[in-house]
């Protein structure tokens, strides 16, 4: 029955937000305010019986939140990985005569949720398996995560946070024209979970699955994960699929996952056997890295033997020089493969490559192409003593590695300060939407223009009008995409202190730490560039390391230079000023919770910025206001400020604080 009700309120979702799209965002009507009303009545009476309401309900009003960091906590449990086999007899083994639970290993990023009096306090990422972030916003911009729960007690869970391949496609399609896709769901969905402003994390269509309860207040579950998974499942939770397993059928339920790869909407990287037994796995105990009650099983590779033709090396913009082995054709896990990264010389070495051998070729977890084996072995490959794109001199440097941190790797570099392959990155990030913010001039566009010799430095890229005639010929180009990208340029003329300081790449130096340094320094970037390292360290979240970092970048001549040049070319704005002698001036304020006097965080957070204050993400000693429409909410925050004594005060306390002018 409750699963039932969770379906039909899935489905009252679905087609009221579509239904809601079409009407504010098309200008179109699917279905008549008479039928959108039923359906909506009865989504809320369904609510209401279950207990239950979903992150994109239409009921729920939820603003987005942003933040300047994701604080850290730790973890009341370690988070420990598994053990892993490839063999599926070894998984049977594993088995034997026990029940065990055989479940996707779902692959994006592992959040732990808590809920406390039915309410969804906080969500944590893994971290480090000790700790983790905060993303409790994000969380609630994912698209399947119950924002309340029937359960009243504390209820901790942990799931996976995934895009599936469909949006994923969705997202790389809606990309401007010339932008770089996303690699792969896995990493968008990393970056997605932890966005500082939740809006985005929103658009990226995140689903979170379930696949361990940890704790829930006064609850027996029979002595059964499975029952957890059901209850997980009542609460209105998407459970990663499993099946009931022993070691005589486990063999033939890997065969049947393994079909189903090909059709599923989720990325994975394998299946997890957990005994079902919960006081017998708890028995176990843990060895120093794993549990004793789960184990990880990996598809096995498919190898394929083909010849080396030949080693590329592809310089990339920090000026490493990466291999990557080209070979004959071949077929694995039904595409065809040619080329595979070597990533180092060190495994170049390893392998002892040579033009002409016989290696054996896989798919690491059926997706990444590598070499297994060099069957021939001749160790003949020369590594090239010149960059591949500027001609000018390599070095071997031995770096330290952060998985064989006792190791050392060889990796090969570009000597030349000068190598187009190393500018490109400096002037992508200039032009980045964070930065000053040119359309369509993707790394591609600036590859081309630098090859052209048009692009040296910063400053070189607001000049390009001048060559049109060279533009316009260039592959890929023609009088339209030559007007839009110098419109482009032309609006991001205007720019402001802020923006300009993050563009620069100075180590250290994100969007938020420029927009504090701008606003120190009243949006004057040479006052900002002439500053002592005192007063550095008087910003918000300049640290020593990191006003050093400052320091050194803007005593470099050549960069001064290059800075000269480019405020030549721009208009910097003085931001709105932020008015002294207020009741805010001086004060820090904490902001939670949904808004409804505005639109968005940000918006509330440039007003009380305006006004002088400023704002903090967490609730410390420093903290003078903490903003938070439900008062008496008893969440993390609202408990540390009544502990220091600070007021939580709602949005119309603080309206009623900010007139006092």
């Not at 496609?169 to 990493?187: D, T």
């Not at 789960?294 to 590329?312: G, S």
């Not at 190393?422 to 980045?432: E, M, N, Y």
């Not at 009741?583 to 968005?600: D, E, P, R, W, Y």
């Amino acid at each position: 029955m409750a699963k039932d009700c969770s379906e039909r309120m899935r489905e009252l979702i679905r087609v009221l937000n579509e239904a809601g799209k079409a009407y504010y965002a098309e200008d179109r009507e699917i279905m008549s305010n008479l039928e959108y009303d039923r359906l909506y009545d009865e989504l809320v009476r369904l609510e209401s019986e279950s207990g239950i309401v979903m992150a994109d309900s239409p009921t729920a009003r939820v603003g987005y939140e942003s933040v300047d960091s994701l604080p850290k906590e730790a973890h009341a449990q370690p988070m420990l990985s598994l053990d892993k086999t490839k063999d599926p007899a070894a998984l049977a083994a594993f088995a034997g005569e026990r029940k065990t639970i055989l479940s996707w290993k779902m692959d994006g990023l592992t959040i732990v949720l808590t809920y406390r009096e039915g309410k969804l306090e906080k969500g944590v990422t893994r971290g480090n398996g000790i700790v983790g972030e905060v993303i409790t916003p994000n969380v609630k911009a994912f698209k399947n995560v119950p924002l309340t729960v029937p359960f009243k007690g504390e209820l901790v869970l942990r799931g996976e946070a995934v895009i599936r391949y469909s949006d994923f496609e969705k997202i790389n399609q809606a990309l401007p024209e010339g932008e770089r896709p996303y690699k792969n769901p896995r990493n968008l969905c990393s970056g997605s979970v932890r966005q500082l402003d939740s809006s985005i994390t929103a658009k990226r269509n995140v689903y979170f699955y379930a696949f361990a309860l940890v704790s829930a207040d006064e609850m027996s579950f029979s002595d059964s994960h499975a029952e957890e998974f059901r209850f997980l499942a009542s609460l209105g939770f998407d459970v990663v699929e499993y099946e009931i397993i022993d070691g005589s059928t486990a063999e033939e339920a890997v065969k049947r996952f393994e079909k189903k790869i090909e059709h599923n909407d989720f990325p994975s990287d394998g299946l997890v056997a957990m005994y079902d037994g919960i006081a017998y796995g708890a028995s176990l105990g843990t060895t120093a890295k794993f549990p004793r009650n789960a184990i990880a099983f990996k598809w096995q590779d498919e190898l394929a033997e083909t010849t080396l033709r030949e080693v590329e090396w592809s310089a990339s913009r920090t000026g490493r020089i990466n291999p990557v082995a080209v070979f004959d054709p071949v077929e694995l896990e039904g595409t065809t493969v040619s080329r595979a990264s070597v990533h180092n010389v060190s495994i170049v070495k390893e392998l002892k490559l040579g033009i002409g051998d016989r290696v054996t070729v896989y798919k690491a977890n059926m997706i990444i192409p590598q070499i297994a084996e060099n069957l021939t072995g001749s160790g003949t490959l020369m590594i090239p003593d010149t960059c591949p794109v500027c001609g000018q001199p390599t070095r071997i440097q031995k770096d330290i590695s952060e998985n064989t941190p006792d190791e050392s790797v060889e990796t090969l570099y570009c000597t030349n300060p000068d190598c187009p392959a190393k500018k490109v990155l400096s002037f992508a990030h200039l032009v980045s939407r964070d930065a000053l913010g040119i359309d369509g001039m993707s790394e591609a566009t600036l590859e081309k223009l630098i090859a052209e010799g048009l692009i040296h430095e910063n400053a070189d890229i607001f000049e390009l009008s001048k060559h049109r005639d060279i533009i316009e010929k260039m592959e890929g180009f023609g009088a339209r995409s030559f007007e839009k990208m110098t419109a482009s340029i032309e609006q991001a003329r205007h720019t402001t202190a802020a923006k300009l300081l993050y563009g620069l790449g100075i180590p250290g130096v994100g969007v938020q730490t420029a927009k504090l340094i701008a606003a120190a320094f009243s949006d004057d970037v040479r006052a900002a560039a002439a500053a002592s390292e005192e007063e550095l360290l008087a910003v918000d979240t300049v640290g020593p390391v990191v006003a050093a970092g400052i320091l050194a970048w803007f005593a470099d001549k050549e960069n001064m230079r290059m800075l000269d040049r480019l405020l030549d070319a721009l208009y910097v704005e003085k931001q709105a000023e932020r008015e002294e002698g207020t009741a805010l001036s001086g004060k820090t304020f904490v902001i939670t919770g949904s808004l409804h006097h505005f639109s968005n965080r940000s918006e509330l957070v440039g007003l009380i910025e305006q006004l002088g204050g400023k704002t903090a993400s967490s609730v410390s000693a420093k903290t003078d206001y903490l903003i938070n429409n439900n008062t008496a909410s008893t969440s993390g925050k609202n408990k540390k400020a009544k502990e220091l004594g600070i007021p939580v005060i709602s949005e119309d306390e603080f309206l009623s604080l900010a007139e006092r002018n």
